[in-house]
């Protein structure tokens, strides 16, 4: 560790010892979470509305306030959007993250509150930094420089009172000056609206500085790594800095891009760190390098609650329920209560947990982006380390794809059609399509007894996209770099087909 790593390391200890606590104290760390929200937020709007007061219980809580998506929340966000005070927290709020999340056209307006923003954001990057040093002594962190890969806000305000942009856009815009200190490129570079532009901007302005660190999402960092090298005339990054020591992703699934990253970074000293940085706030990070398993976050003023997964699409108010009963094995969606100002809100996301002392969990895909059309129950999950496995059994490489159920009504049959665009082909497409069955089924026994003898599934097809294809769509829908990404599966073919029509 060198003497500024090694001066600074110390004010990260003191968090460890509470992140520590989570083992056996989850139930009553969240129990105060809940209980500061609900006496924040007492004399809002909202918690007029629904009788927020002190010594309110989690049971009362539950039965007064229902479990919602966000179309309920719009109206009331709508009227913070315009300047008004304590509607669903205290206060104004000035700032909105923008999110789609699905391919619905409308956007997300997420409340960026001040708690929100330091109390849960802001202090999930530092514990990630606490645990990072924690598990690697022999950091160089702050040495050297950090590249953050964000998107962009607004050019101009949403109105008088309010401005929005990409989660990471606002995270960067309020950044504490110290963090800028260590941190590349410039915040004009970082909040470029223009996409293409911004990445070109980028490597100019970084290839010839010493970044220790990586921060963003695997598909958008791929594309700027490639940028830097081209700029730097190298064939791999670490030619070009060659103290690089640790990239910190979330946003979607690492494991069909790890091959190409440990091409394009063959450093033995390269790690990788898992975070689950979503526009509703900071959930979980990998605090273990061994362990795949996130670790769910319990003291970032948010209170956490789930719905069995196959309990969805939503009733009226389906039945959610607090972390001391979830178990490990089962697909859940995330509910969450926060100090951004949503109250039992949906967020769309799933997750399993692998362990409940601590509790830890992967990301299992979106409520939304699955397949089920022959009751298969396939998730993004299954499909990130099934591809993944296809790759490394025939040296390809994916740049993108999304995945729909095709029907047969004529023998009562079907079968999965894979778009895939390739960074790098494999020799046999039939091949990589039969490995990716084969792990299909090894994960996923719905998957694998639906295929058996063909019975009521084929064996998938896997379609090549041309070169550019997902990239051009995502520039038609507005969605350029930042959070956006393809999504990656879905259960009717509205968007596969789309795609094939331009393919």
């Avoid at 091409?263 to 390098?289: C, H, K, V, W």
């Avoid at 490995?435 to 063909?454: I, P």
Wanted: aromatic share 12%; net charge neutral.
């Amino acid at each position: 560790m060198d003497i500024i790593t090694r001066t600074v390391a110390p004010l990260f200890k003191a968090r460890l010892r509470d992140i520590e606590r989570y083992s056996g104290r989850a139930d009553e760390i969240q129990n105060r979470q809940l209980r500061r929200l609900l006496d924040a937020a007492k004399d809002t709007e909202w918690g007029k509305l629904y009788g927020y007061r002190d010594g309110l219980d989690y049971e009362e809580y539950r039965s007064r306030v229902p479990v919602s998506p966000y179309e309920p929340f719009y109206p009331h966000i709508k009227r913070m959007i315009n300047g008004e005070s304590d509607v669903l927290w205290r206060g104004k709020v000035g700032w909105f993250a923008k999110s789609s999340g699905t391919t619905n056209d409308r956007s997300k307006y997420i409340p960026v509150t001040r708690e929100i923003l330091h109390k849960c954001h802001y202090k999930g990057a530092f514990d990630t930094v606490a645990l990072y040093l924690r598990n690697y002594p022999d950091t160089r962190f702050f040495s050297k420089k950090g590249l953050i890969l964000g998107g962009s806000h607004a050019p101009s305000p949403l109105n008088a009172c309010s401005r929005c942009g990409d989660l990471s856009a606002v995270l960067l815009q309020n950044l504490n000056p110290f963090v800028n200190l260590v941190r590349v490129p410039c915040k004009k570079i970082i909040l470029m609206d223009e996409w293409e532009a911004k990445v070109k901007a980028i490597a100019e302005s970084t290839w010839n500085k010493d970044v220790v660190s990586l921060s963003g999402v695997p598909s958008w960092m791929l594309t700027v790594i490639k940028a830097v090298m081209e700029r730097a005339g190298k064939e791999t990054l670490g030619e070009v800095w060659n103290n690089l020591e640790v990239f910190f992703h979330g946003g979607v699934g690492f494991e069909p891009y790890r091959a190409q990253y440990q091409r394009l970074i063959s450093s033995e000293r390269m790690r990788y760190m898992e975070t689950y940085n979503a526009s509703e706030g900071f959930f979980g990070l990998q605090d273990d390098p061994s362990d795949t398993g996130l670790l769910l976050m319990l003291d970032y003023g948010v209170f956490y609650e789930f719905v069995p997964a196959d309990e969805l699409p939503l009733s009226d108010n389906p039945h959610a329920i607090p972390l001391t009963e979830v178990r490990t094995g089962v697909n859940y969606a995330l509910v969450v209560s926060s100090c951004g100002g949503l109250w039992r809100y949906l967020i769309g996301d799933t997750i399993r947990f692998t362990s409940v002392n601590p509790y830890k969990f992967v990301i299992t895909g979106r409520t939304k982006l699955y397949i089920n059309a022959f009751g298969e129950e396939l998730m993004v999950d299954n499909a990130e380390k099934s591809i993944a496995e296809a790759c490394k059994a025939t040296g390809a490489a994916v740049r993108a794809y999304t995945a729909a159920p095709l029907f047969m009504p004529e023998t009562g049959q079907g079968r999965h059609q894979w778009l895939i665009e390739f960074e790098k082909q494999p020799s046999d497409v039939e091949e990589f399509t039969n490995v990716l069955d084969d792990a299909l089924k090894q994960r996923n026994s719905d998957y694998e007894a639906k295929r058996y003898k063909d019975l009521s599934l084929q064996k998938p097809e896997v379609i090549v996209a041309r070169e550019g294809l997902f990239f051009e769509w995502l520039k038609k829908q507005g969605k350029l770099g930042g959070q956006h990404k393809i999504p990656a599966l879905q259960n009717e073919r509205t968007l596969i087909e789309e795609l094939f029509l331009q393919n």
